[in-house]
T-cell receptor, first 113, second 112 residues
Framework: EAQVTQNPRYLITVTGKKLTVTCSQN?????MSWYRQDPGLGLRQIYY???????DKGDVPEGYKVSRKEKRNFPLILESPSPNQTSLYFC????????????FGEGSWLTVV | AQSVTQLGSHVSVSEGALVLLRCNYS??????LFWYVQYPNQGLQLLLK??????LVKGINGFEAEFKKSETSFHLTKPSAHMSDAAEYFC??????????FGTGTRLQVFP
C-alpha cells in the first residue's frame, strides 16, 4: 500500500529539548516536504527536498532542520523547540512535476510546553 | 506572487442540499489546481485536480470543480450533501515543481 508514514503521531515535549519527527514514503518519490497546519492559517511549507541531498527552505523554516540522506526518508528536526512550534505537522511526497498529486502522512500533533 | 483565497471559513448545509465551496487563485502563469479534504484526525486526501484539458473536473465522492480562467476561480460543488461530507476542505495551487500553496481551509458542516 502506498504510504507516507510519520512518527510520532502525538508528542508533548518541553521547551529546548531536541526532537525529531520521522517521515518515510514507499512510493519512490523524488519530492518530499514538511508542512505545519495552524488554525486560520491553512498549511504552510517548512522545508522541501527535490531529491537526495537536495533540500530548501519553504515559507516558515525558522527553528527547523531537515536532511535527505535516503530517498525514502525526510526527518524534521527541532533543535530547541519553543511553544510557538506547537502545531500539527504533515509530511508529504510526490513524483517530480507540478501537476502530480501530493500524498500526505496522517500528521503529527506536537505540543511544546 | 501566487495565492489562494477560500471564501468562508465555515459553511453549513442541510443533508441533501447543494454544497458550494469557493476558491479563487492568483497566478501569473497557468496554474495546476487541487482540492484536498481532511477528515478529523486524518491527513489530507486528494479530491480532484485540474492540470490541463477539460475545465470541469470530477473527483471522488461525487464532488466536482470547474476551472474558470476569466474569473480565476476553482469552486468545489456537490449536488447533494451527505453527513459523511463533514470535513475541512483545502484549495491549493501549484505553479512550480516545488511549491503547493494552500488556502486557509473551509470547514463544512452537514446538518440532518
Amino acid at each position: 500500500e502506498a504510504q507516507v508514514t510519520q512518527n510520532p503521531r502525538y508528542l508533548i515535549t518541553v521547551t529546548g529539548k531536541k526532537l525529531t519527527v520521522t517521515c518515510s514514503q514507499n512510493m519512490n518519490h523524488e519530492y518530499m516536504s514538511w508542512y505545519r497546519q495552524d488554525p486560520g492559517l491553512g498549511l504552510r511549507q517548512i522545508y522541501y527536498s527535490m531529491n537526495v541531498e537536495v533540500t530548501d527552505k519553504g515559507d516558515v523554516p525558522e527553528g527547523y532542520k531537515v536532511s535527505r540522506k535516503e530517498k525514502r526518508n525526510f526527518p524534521l528536526i527541532l533543535e530547541s523547540p519553543s511553544p510557538n512550534q506547537t502545531s500539527l505537522y504533515f509530511c508529504a511526497s510526490k513524483r517530480g512535476g507540478s501537476g502530480n498529486t501530493i500524498y500526505f502522512g496522517e500528521g503529527s500533533w506536537l505540543t511544546v510546553v | 506572487a501566487q495565492s489562494v483565497t477560500q471564501l468562508g471559513s465555515h459553511v453549513s448545509v442541510s443533508e441533501g442540499a447543494l454544497v458550494l465551496l469557493r476558491c479563487n487563485y492568483s497566478s501569473s502563469v497557468p496554474p495546476y489546481l487541487f482540492w484536498y479534504v481532511q477528515y478529523p484526525n486524518q491527513g489530507l486526501q486528494l479530491l480532484l485536480k485540474y492540470t490541463t484539458g477539460a475545465t470541469l473536473v470530477k473527483g471522488i465522492n461525487g464532488f466536482e470543480a470547474e476551472f474558470k480562467k476569466s474569473e480565476t476561480s476553482f469552486h468545489l460543488t456537490k449536488p447533494s450533501a451527505h453527513m459523511s461530507d463533514a470535513a475541512e476542505y483545502f484549495c491549493a495551487v501549484a505553479v512550480t515543481t516545488d511549491k503547493l500553496i494552500f488556502g486557509t481551509g473551509t470547514r463544512l458542516q452537514v446538518f440532518p
